[in-house]
């Protein structure tokens, strides 16, 4: 069973198109990251949502909204993509706010 | 702020050992990760430390944490070829628990 699983593993899209893409962690964590992941691989926290409610928003274009329907999933969605969102973004999950997290195997985006 | 600062390159030959240092700059830290990243994986859990310990050792890895200095190294006995990898260091620091992330260090195993 993947503890922490997101889809899709690929998304390769044009600019100015919305997407999304879903986490779901089935290890009953209260605290759930999405993580961005440039060409550099430098790992960088966008959101964190413990038990649906975002406690942790840095710095990210409001094109990107987190939505968390309930504690075991938190969706991204990016409207208006741009060549600059290329990247790879993990979601991650931890059973408190910023202990030991579990990732997911990330989501390569490519913006064309 | 806060910060953690790791090499960014690592190269050791097989069978030798790998150690990769980390600094971080919040004195108040409770927590200290390695993690581990896979080509084309996530990132996975190694190891952490409370800041009240000075060691620990699991199998072929070892943490040694030197809290007056600030510095964390991760110390992987026999380096095989499965260790290339991506290795970040991570903190816990403040009431708030926030998680700082070091930039990776990249370890190269060469046969």
Same mark, same amino acid.
């Given at each position: 069973?993947?503890?922490?699983?997101?889809?899709? *593993? %690929?998304? $390769? &899209?044009?600019?100015?198109? !919305?997407?999304?893409?879903?986490? @779901?962690? +089935?290890?009953?964590? !209260?605290?759930? %990251?999405?993580? *961005?992941? !440039?060409?550099? *691989?430098?790992?960088?926290?966008?959101?964190?949502?413990?038990? *649906?409610?975002?406690?942790?928003?840095? &710095?990210?274009?409001?094109?990107?909204?987190?939505?968390?329907?309930?504690?075991?999933?938190?969706?991204?969605?990016?409207?208006?993509? @741009?060549?600059?969102?290329?990247?790879?973004?993990?979601?991650?999950?931890?059973?408190?706010? +910023? &202990?030991?997290?579990?990732?997911?195997?990330?989501?390569?985006?490519?913006? $064309? | 702020?806060?910060?953690?600062?790791?090499?960014?390159?690592?190269?050791?030959?097989?069978?030798?050992?790998?150690?990769?240092?980390?600094?971080?700059?919040?004195?108040?830290?409770?927590?200290?990760?390695?993690?581990?990243?896979?080509?084309?994986?996530?990132?996975?859990?190694?190891?952490?430390? #409370?800041?009240?310990?000075?060691?620990?050792?699991?199998?072929?890895?070892?943490?040694?944490?030197?809290?007056?200095?600030?510095?964390?190294?991760?110390?992987?006995?026999?380096?095989?070829?499965?260790?290339?990898?991506?290795? #970040?260091?991570?903190?816990?620091?403040?009431?708030?628990?926030?998680?700082?992330?070091? /930039?990776?260090?990249? /370890?190269?195993?060469?046969?």
């Amino acid at each position: 069973d993947t503890a922490v699983s997101q889809t899709p *593993k %690929y998304l $390769v &899209t044009q600019m100015g198109n !919305d997407k999304s893409i879903k986490c @779901e962690q +089935n290890l009953g964590h !209260d605290t759930m %990251y999405w993580y *961005k992941q !440039d060409s550099k *691989k430098f790992l960088k926290i966008m959101f964190s949502y413990n038990n *649906k409610e975002l406690i942790i928003n840095e &710095t990210v274009p409001n094109r990107f909204s987190p939505k968390s329907p309930d504690k075991a999933h938190l969706n991204l969605h990016i409207n208006s993509l @741009e060549l600059g969102d290329s990247a790879v973004y993990f979601c991650a999950s931890s059973p408190i706010l +910023n &202990t030991e997290a579990f990732f997911g195997q990330g989501t390569r985006l490519t913006v $064309v | 702020g806060e910060d953690v600062e790791q090499s960014l390159f690592l190269s050791v030959r097989e069978g030798d050992s790998s150690v990769i240092n980390c600094t971080y700059t919040d004195s108040s830290s409770t927590y200290l990760y390695w993690y581990k990243q896979e080509p084309g994986a996530g990132l996975q859990l190694l190891t952490y430390i #409370f800041s009240n310990m000075d060691m620990k050792q699991d199998q072929r890895l070892t943490v040694l944490l030197n809290k007056k200095d600030k510095h964390l190294s991760l110390r992987i006995a026999d380096t095989q070829t499965g260790d290339s990898a991506i290795y #970040f260091c991570a903190e816990s620091s403040g009431n708030n628990r926030k998680l700082i992330w070091g /930039l990776g260090t990249s /370890l190269a195993v060469n046969p």
